[in-house]
């Protein structure tokens, strides 16, 4: 049995090995796609960019982490989409992902990169262009629980022309959008 100082220097090490790796990962794999999130930011309509308050709220704060997922998703399907053919490397890759966004992105940019490249499933791109196909009116013309519907097709395209379907869903981000 090893004593414990040379468990120590295993455990040490490992962690080690760990850090350098995910530092590896972020400088060499993340860090090349960088500009291409940033020139999603900054091409976008200043509405998706910027959203209305009620939109912060209820992609922001306890919210911020499901937000941070689908931006790290996005952007990791967009550069890497044989990633689905390796579910066990697309699951660590998504979650490299989704802590790298958190890590380089506030809290705002990654509400305004959500808004930005989330889409519905009839092709409508962006917080704005869903508000008007869902409801013939841009984002910052709609109340709160509209803005939930349109958040909450957002999050399940599939789901966008069942009113009922997404009701669970604006609730939860109504709820919390409270919270904060």
């Not at 100082?5 to 080690?16: D, P």
């Not at 209305?52 to 689908?70: C, E, H, I």
């Not at 490299?96 to 509400?111: A, D, F, P, Q």
Request: charged share 20%; hydrophobic share 45%; aromatic share 8%.
């Amino acid at each position: 049995m090893p004593s414990p100082k040379v468990l120590i220097a295993y455990g040490l090490a490992g962690l080690a090995f760990v850090a350098a790796s995910l530092v590896g990962y972020a400088q060499f794999v993340f860090a090349k796609h960088r500009q291409e999130i940033d020139g999603a930011l900054a091409a976008t309509a200043p509405i998706n960019r910027n959203p209305p308050d009620a939109v912060r709220a209820m992609l922001g704060g306890g919210a911020l982490a499901s937000t941070a997922d689908d931006v790290g998703a996005h952007f990791l399907m967009r550069s890497y989409p044989t990633a689905l053919e390796a579910p066990t490397v697309q699951a660590l890759d998504r979650f490299l992902w989704s802590r790298l966004v958190r890590y380089y992105y506030s809290e705002s940019e990654i509400v305004g990169l959500y808004c930005a490249v989330s889409s519905l499933n009839n092709g409508a791109t962006g917080l704005d262009a869903a508000a008007r196909s869902l409801w013939g009116e841009p984002a910052d013309a709609l109340d709160r629980d509209r803005l939930a519907y349109v958040l909450a097709a957002l999050r399940s395209p599939s789901l966008a022309g069942d009113p009922d379907a997404l009701r669970p869903i604006a609730d939860r981000l109504l709820e919390s959008a409270r919270a904060r």
